[in-house]
């Protein structure tokens, strides 16, 4: 989903369905094929490779592997109702887990409801599809093919993960990868940053508005697209990487710690062999040498 659908999204649901403030919460939940659906928690055995659809609203959702082969979800919640309980459709290769019942919640206090997903030791993840309203998302200690998180007023959090694409479009809240290997990083953000501790990138696409980017790169990283409005950028890389720098500013001074030429308004480190895109508004560009 793209950043702008998000913002409609989050729009839609706050002037038609109804208002998110704190835990109180009105919004219309239905969802296709929800005659499917069972209440959860629910936990199986033997699974591998199967694929994850979450759709949460307030709250916290946690992803993370497990020290057994019980593939598990559950949820930490007061909710004593049914319709208010999450519930899960197994589809065989993919599993879908929504908030609560399909159907329209009009007032009612969560007072507490967070989302966890163990995944069992010996098997792994093939790909995550997650949409979060008013909750925060972490994702720790996994192997994974595709990762795509769509957030609206929350952190999203990726530690000791690899993947082969990770995508995440969020809208206020802040998106932090620590430790993370991750071959195509994609990330839009509005109003927060977006930062990276650590991490392996290699194709990295970033833009932001109202948000700093910060990025540690302790790989040969292939190439960078960096956009922002109203916020700085700063990179960390390692010596070893040769790359060309093409800057499009306004307003805004550019720095580096590591020898340039100036060549077509270009500033080369190196072999220059990495090409690193920046466009910004309001906004420094620093680039740091990583130890």
């Known amino acids: 989903m793209k950043l702008l659908a998000v913002v409609i999204i989050v729009f ?6 109804g208002c998110i403030i704190n835990k109180n919460v009105s919004f219309s939940g239905s969802y296709s094929d929800s005659e499917k659906y069972s209440v959860g928690p629910f936990e199986k055995e033997g699974l591998e490779n199967v694929n994850l659809s979450v759709n949460w609203i307030s709250g916290n959702v946690i992803i993370r592997k497990g020290n057994n082969n019980k593939f598990e979800v559950y949820e930490e919640t007061t909710e004593t109702e049914d319709k208010y309980k999450m519930h899960y459709y197994d589809a065989g290769d993919t599993f879908y887990i929504q908030f609560c019942a399909s ?5 009612h206090w969560f007072e507490k409801k967070d989302l966890v997903i163990v995944v069992p030791l010996e098997y792994s993840l093939e790909n995550i599809d997650l949409s979060a309203v008013s ?8 192997r994974l093919k595709t990762v795509e998180i769509n957030s609206v007023s929350g952190e999203v959090l990726t530690s000791s993960i690899s ?9 206020s809240g802040k998106i932090i990868l620590n430790s993370t290997d991750v071959d195509t990083f994609k990330a839009n953000n509005v109003s927060g940053s977006v930062n990276a501790n650590n991490s392996n990138l290699n194709n990295i696409d970033v833009k932001t508005v109202s948000g700093n980017v910060n990025l540690s790169v302790a790989n040969e990283a292939e190439n960078f697209k960096l956009n922002t409005v109203s916020g700085n950028i700063s990179l960390g890389l390692v010596e070893t990487l040769g790359f060309t720098v093409t800057i499009s500013k ?3 001074d550019f720095s580096c710690d590591y020898p340039t030429t100036v060549t077509n308004k270009q500033y080369v480190y190196s072999t220059g062999d990495c090409p690193i895109n920046i466009s910004t508004v309001s906004g420094n560009v620093k680039i740091n040498k990583l130890n």
Request: aromatic share 4%.
């Open 103 to 107: 159907e329209k919640v009009v007032n």
């Open 250 to 252: 306004v307003s805004g």
């Open 163 to 171: 993947s082969d694409s990770l995508v995440i479009d969020n809208v």
């Open 135 to 142: 909750a925060n998302v972490e994702v720790k200690d996994l």
């Open 12 to 17: 839609i649901l706050v002037f038609l369905n």
